[in-house]
């Protein structure tokens, strides 16, 4: 869905038109005296924020952008190293902080006391929508249920305690989420607060199913792998799950024993049998330069998903003629379309149009095109050709 965007102190923001159409609810909503003022302020505190989180994960090394969308603003982020405990959870209240302060900074500018009810029911309209915008939404931001930045800090604190919390937090927050809408439910006065309990327990039990679902184990796997790269810590995986190699070296490294990290990646390589871990598609690209760097000349065959994350890991690293040979070598020894499209994609963005399409007609006949190939950006300089469009309409 198409979305408008800048940038602001270097971050990328991005606004989806589900955020316009909020704002255009709330000043139907409330009128236009009182709602224009709110969605002013909405808006404003939405992006502080964001902002708040943008800023803190920089702090750590870590590249962030902002969207803004229905019901929701978020800062996603990409740690460039493990973060810690501390910095997972300073990130997450980070933004309540910066929401709260400077709304209750401004309030405080404006002679209105937020704490003194009486104080904001005679005040303007625009006092009392910059109070529910910024002190009122940021302190419900740190109620210590998810998906809320309140559970997000708890979840740290219980995996200190615990070691896994993914599951106990949402337990947890599923309870009182619940607790708290039957409360409502049977107070009559208060029932119109049922809606802000909704959207929390609505995405609570989405998150329950999809983690119980047994169809879904390969989703949870993945999850636990990124989360697993993203906090440099493997707390998330259940009961018969493990890190992928590519971690369990990276942690290895880190720790200062380069020699057992690549000592765990040939052996991981000499396995044959299939792999019971996940991609490692949150790791860094300066992570997974290192840990081919590690590996040496020549680079390693065996583990057909190593071979696979490796020539792929080369090709996003814009390092084409290696990765084109390296898939090369490994589609000789054991063919397959995903290989055959690496070759393919290292070879487009070399100007061999004639390899480019030679070997995408072999990954096309092997197992189909892989959805989202044609948004490659090597790719984009054939966007026009006809036998590239042939293949894309043939998949």
């Given at each position: 869905?198409?979305?408008?965007?800048?940038?602001?102190?270097?971050?990328?923001?991005?606004?989806?038109?589900?955020?316009?159409?909020?704002?255009?609810?709330?000043?139907?909503?409330?009128?236009?005296?009182?709602?224009?003022?709110?969605?002013?302020?909405?808006?404003?505190?939405?992006?502080?924020?964001?902002?708040?989180?943008?800023?803190?994960?920089?702090?750590?090394?870590?590249?962030?952008?902002?969207?803004?969308?229905?019901?929701?603003?978020?800062?996603?982020?990409?740690?460039?190293?493990?973060?810690?405990?501390?910095?997972?959870?300073?990130?997450?209240?980070?933004?309540?902080?910066?929401?709260?302060?400077?709304?209750?900074?401004?309030?405080?500018?404006?002679?209105?006391?937020?704490?003194?009810?009486?104080?904001?029911?005679?005040?303007?309209?625009?006092?009392?929508?910059?109070?529910?915008?910024?002190?009122?939404?940021?302190?419900?931001?740190?109620?210590?249920?998810?998906?809320?930045?309140?559970?997000?800090?708890?979840?740290?604190?219980?995996?200190?305690?615990?070691?896994?919390?993914?599951?106990?937090?949402?337990?947890?927050?599923?309870?009182?989420?619940?607790?708290?809408?039957?409360?409502?439910?049977?107070?009559?006065?208060?029932?119109?607060?049922?809606?802000?309990?909704?959207?929390?327990?609505?995405?609570?039990?989405?998150?329950?199913?999809?983690?119980?679902?047994?169809?879904?184990?390969?989703?949870?796997?993945?999850?636990?792998?990124?989360?697993?790269?993203?906090?440099?810590?493997?707390?998330?995986?259940?009961?018969?799950?493990?890190?992928?190699?590519?971690?369990?070296?990276?942690?290895?490294?880190?720790?200062?024993?380069?020699?057992?990290?690549?000592?765990?990646?040939?052996?991981?390589?000499?396995?044959?049998?299939?792999?019971?871990?996940?991609?490692?598609?949150?790791?860094p690209l300066a992570t997974m330069e290192s840990l081919l760097a590690l590996l040496?000349?020549?680079?390693?065959?065996?583990?057909?998903?190593?071979?696979?994350?490796?020539?792929?890991?080369?090709?996003?690293?814009?390092?084409?003629?290696?990765?084109?040979?390296?898939?090369?070598?490994?589609?000789?020894?054991?063919?397959?379309?995903?290989?055959?499209?690496?070759?393919?994609?290292?070879?487009?963005?070399?100007?061999?149009?004639?390899?480019?399409?030679?070997?995408?007609?072999?990954?096309?006949?092997?197992?189909?095109?892989?959805?989202?190939?044609?948004?490659?950006?090597?790719?984009?300089?054939?966007?026009?050709?006809?036998?590239?469009?042939?293949?894309?309409?043939?998949?």
């Amino acid at each position: 869905m198409p979305s408008s965007g800048f940038r602001l102190f270097g971050f990328p923001v991005h606004i989806r038109p589900g955020f316009l159409v909020l704002m255009a609810l709330i000043v139907f909503i409330n009128g236009a005296a009182f709602g224009g003022w709110l969605a002013v302020f909405l808006a404003l505190f939405t992006l502080l924020h964001e902002l708040g989180h943008a800023f803190a994960a920089r702090a750590t090394g870590a590249r962030a952008e902002i969207a803004l969308d229905f019901l929701y603003g978020y800062a996603a982020f990409e740690p460039t190293r493990p973060l810690r405990r501390w910095e997972r959870a300073g990130i997450s209240f980070a933004g309540p902080a910066v929401q709260v302060s400077v709304s209750v900074a401004v309030l405080l500018a404006l002679g209105v006391n937020p704490l003194v009810v009486d104080q904001v029911a005679d005040a303007s309209f625009a006092a009392q929508a910059l109070w529910w915008a910024g002190p009122v939404i940021g302190m419900f931001n740190l109620i210590p249920v998810l998906p809320l930045d309140g559970g997000n800090i708890a979840r740290v604190g219980l995996e200190y305690v615990t070691g896994r919390a993914a599951d106990l937090m949402l337990a947890i927050s599923i309870g009182l989420t619940t607790a708290a809408a039957v409360w409502l439910v049977v107070d009559p006065e208060r029932r119109a607060w049922l809606v802000v309990v909704a959207f929390p327990l609505i995405a609570q039990l989405q998150l329950f199913f999809a983690r119980r679902d047994p169809s879904d184990g390969a989703v949870a796997l993945q999850a636990a792998e990124d989360h697993a790269w993203r906090t440099g810590e493997a707390t998330s995986f259940k009961r018969g799950m493990r890190p992928s190699p590519w971690f369990e070296a990276s942690v290895l490294v880190a720790h200062g024993r380069a020699d057992d990290g690549r000592r765990r990646l040939l052996d991981a390589f000499a396995d044959g049998s299939p792999a019971r871990w996940a991609r490692p598609s949150a790791a860094p690209l300066a992570t997974m330069e290192s840990l081919l760097a590690l590996l040496g000349e020549p680079l390693p065959h065996g583990n057909p998903m190593l071979e696979l994350e490796t020539a792929g890991a080369l090709a996003a690293l814009a390092d084409y003629p290696r990765s084109a040979a390296y898939a090369a070598a490994c589609f000789q020894r054991r063919p397959s379309g995903s290989m055959a499209l690496i070759v393919a994609r290292a070879a487009a963005a070399l100007g061999d149009r004639t390899t480019t399409i030679g070997w995408l007609r072999a990954a096309h006949s092997r197992e189909g095109l892989h959805a989202g190939w044609e948004r490659w950006p090597e790719f984009a300089a054939y966007r026009d050709d006809p036998e590239f469009a042939q293949l894309g309409a043939s998949t």
